[in-house]
Structures are given as C-alpha cells and as structure tokens.
T-cell receptor, first 114, second 110 residues
Framework: EAGVTQFPSHSVIEKGQTVTLRCDPISGHDNLYWYRRVMGKEIKFLLHFVKESKQDESGMPNNRFLAERTGGTYSTLKVQPAELEDSGVYFC????????????FGQGTRLTVV | KNEVEQSPQNLTAQEGEFITINCSYSVGISALHWLQQHPGGGIVSLFMLSSGKKKHGRLIATINIQEKHSSLHITASHPRDSAVYICAVYYGGSQGNLIFGKGTKLSVKP
C-alpha cells in the first residue's frame, strides 16, 4: 500500500511567485496534517483536516497560505505570493479517524524562495 | 524557550555502541512521539507512547510522565541508524497539533 506522497519533492521559486504543494494521504485516512520546518528551527504544526473540513488551522502563519482538501482526499497548500521566509521543508502526514492514532509522514517538499 | 527540549543536539558514536537520546517537555501531555528523519528528508514514526516502555527491534523508548521525560535508546548501533531523531508531544489539543523538539543528529561511524 502506498504511503503518504508529496509533490513536488523540491521547488525553487522567486519571491512574489505562487507555489502549490500537494499531499496524497494514505487511502482511508480521514485526518491530514500539514507541518513545516524552516531553517534551523523545529518542525511546526500548520493545520489539520478531517476529511474536507479544517479542524484546526491555528498554525497557519498568515493569509498568504491557503490549504484545501476538496473531496476529502488529497490536499493542496498554496503560498501566494511567496516570501523569502517561506523557505523550508513542508511535511504532510495522515492518520486514521477515531481517537488519537499514529500519524504517517510524507517525504516532504523542500521549498526555496529566492 | 521551546517547550520540548532534546539532548544532545549532536551525537557521534562508534558502531556497536549503546545510544541514548533524551527528551524533556514542560507541559502535560497525552502522548509522545519519537520520529526519525533520514538524509533526504522523509520522516518515519518510530514510537507513540503515553506511559511505560516500548521496544521495536534494537530501539527502546521509555517515558516518565511524572518527570516529564522520555528517552530513546538504540542498542548495538549501526551506521544505518545515522539520522535525526525528533521528539514530539501531543498535549491534547487538536489532533496532530504536535510540539516538536529540534531534533538530535546522530552519526554512527563504522
């Protein structure tokens, strides 16, 4: 069975451009999470979907970030317009519904804004 | 100050050595995760625990809720264990809203 997959693995864009990251969770996992790690810092929670609904988006840094999960399957995280401080590694994870269960992580997308 | 502190930040060991990585946290938690991140970036969940001790192969994780402390032990370490080990705690907020430590970079030399 496929794990959590993220696209692209790397992205280099110029400041002011738009980038869209995609996450495909494990099939059947209702919970989907986005995290990011900026250089030299610890990983930070961004938001949590349950199916297509945003359960918690308290970690989203500002309104340049937009996450969607239409249909409750894959999710996208759009950064528009990108700033230099958005550079980092963006991780996605998913877990089964029902109580607190183990999350499975993707390989991450390394975003570099120049 | 980060609410999750790991020590050491960097660790170099010889193959075969017993390794301990520590994690201390400052808030009451519902669960604690140990994660492994290999060069190349992917994260693998090693353990999720809320009490006691868990063992998987050469890896052992323990947690002391009263002392707000967890340890990850690696027995008979091997170069393929070289990775960043990350402690993350779940304090009972929104599911998945974890607080992460900065990680411990382990290098095991042959």
């Amino acid at each position: 069975e496929a794990g959590v997959t993220q696209f692209p693995s790397h992205s280099v864009i110029e400041k002011g451009q738009t980038v869209t990251l995609r996450c495909d969770p494990i099939s059947g996992h209702d919970n989907l999470y986005w995290y990011r790690r900026v250089m030299g810092k610890e990983i930070k929670f961004l938001l949590h979907f349950v199916k297509e609904s945003k359960q918690d988006e308290s970690g989203m840094p500002n309104n340049r970030f937009l996450a969607e999960r239409t249909g409750g399957t894959y999710s996208t995280l759009k950064v528009q317009p990108a700033e230099l401080e958005d550079s980092g590694v963006y991780f996605c994870a998913s877990s089964l519904a029902g109580g607190y269960t183990e999350a499975f992580f993707g390989q991450g997308t390394r975003l570099t804004v120049v | 100050k980060n609410e999750v502190e790991q020590s050491p930040q960097n660790l170099t060991a010889q193959e075969g050595e017993f390794i301990t990585i520590n994690c201390s946290y400052s808030v009451g938690i519902s669960a604690l995760h140990w994660l492994q991140q290999h060069p190349g970036g992917g994260i693998v969940s090693l353990f999720m625990l809320s009490s006691g001790k868990k063992k998987h192969g050469r890896l052992i994780a323990t947690i002391n809720i009263q002392e707000k402390h967890s340890s990850l032990h690696i027995t008979a370490s091997h170069p393929r264990d070289s990775a960043v080990y990350i402690c993350a705690v779940y304090y009972g907020g929104s599911q998945g809203n974890l607080i992460f430590g900065k990680g411990t970079k382990l290098s095991v030399k042959p």
